[in-house]
């Protein structure tokens, strides 16, 4: 059997902080740039009319999609710096600009990578947890609307944990520690409420942020579902591949391996 070879140059860098490129400094930035914006919609609630709140929300959800997939997507297959614990500490920045775990999401991507939207198998399960052929039927792919709306309840955290714990390398502390993260911020938002003289109980902002911050993840699982939708599952693809060429980009590139599958790493 015939195998498309997939060939990938990573680029190389004096920079003492950068491990690929300087350009990374762009999503890097992107990335802090929306975990400002997340903050700056905590301090502009009280001060800021409904409607401005309500499209500055809506433009939070796109942001949630754009980090997940861009800067965070990148993040997981080439981590922007040198240090080890920059990258951690990035990672943290990431978990409370979209209210997750970045480490969780590596592992779900990895896993993603091993199944490529796998079909069921006889036992109704599939290796991909974000599979579209999840919770489908006769073989075929879930409901569009039940796929984006319900995936975001259906992460299942003790089998994230579990794979975490696998990899022996820290990432189960890091991703409880991410958790507890932005858990403390929400908390923090949902206590105090920042005008002058202080207020407490800011349920206000918190009912107003909640559903922003489920659509952007909504959008995420809408953008990954059309990225899969009409190809042929029982061939391995892979989605999203981040590589570098003469530009940063992301290689969505469907190959056929004719061996077994390399294993999958950070």
């Known amino acids: 059997m015939n195998a498309e070879v997939i060939r990938t140059e990573r680029p190389t860098t004096n920079s003492r902080l950068f491990a690929h490129t300087r350009w990374d400094a762009v999503p ?5 740039f929306h975990l400002g914006y997340f903050v700056g919609l905590f301090f502009l609630y009280p001060h800021a009319p409904l409607w401005l709140m309500l499209i500055l929300g809506f433009i ?3 942001m949630v999609n754009a980090n997940i997939n ?38 779900v991507h990895m896993q993603h990578h091993k199944g490529n939207s796998d079909r069921q198998d006889e036992n109704g399960d599939t290796i ?11 073989g075929e792919a879930e409901n569009l609307w039940s796929y984006v709306f319900l995936s975001f309840f259906r992460d299942d955290v003790g089998a994230i944990r579990k794979e975490l714990r696998k990899r022996n390398n820290g990432d189960r502390f890091w991703g409880d520690l991410e958790l507890t993260a932005f858990a403390t911020i929400l908390l923090i938002m949902a206590i105090i409420v920042p005008t002058n003289p202080i207020h407490f109980i800011n349920w206000r902002f918190i009912l107003f942020f909640l559903p922003f911050w489920y659509l952007g993840h909504c959008f995420s699982y809408l953008n990954g579902y059309y990225r899969h939708y009409g190809a042929n599952p029982d061939k391995p693809v892979a989605w999203g591949v981040s590589s570098y060429g003469k530009s940063y980009h992301q290689a969505r590139t469907h190959a056929r391996f004719s061996g077994p599958r390399p294993a999958e790493t950070r």
């Open 60 to 62: 939070y959800s796109l």
């Open 70 to 107: 861009g800067v965070g997507h990148n993040f997981i297959h080439n981590p922007f710096f040198r240090s080890k614990i920059l990258n951690r500490i990035f990672g943290v920045t990431q978990s409370i600009a979209c209210c997750f775990s970045q480490t969780m999401y590596d592992a």
């Open 28 to 32: 890097a930035l992107a990335g802090l």
């Open 128 to 138: 991909d947890w974000l599979s579209i052929y999840r919770h489908g039927h006769a």
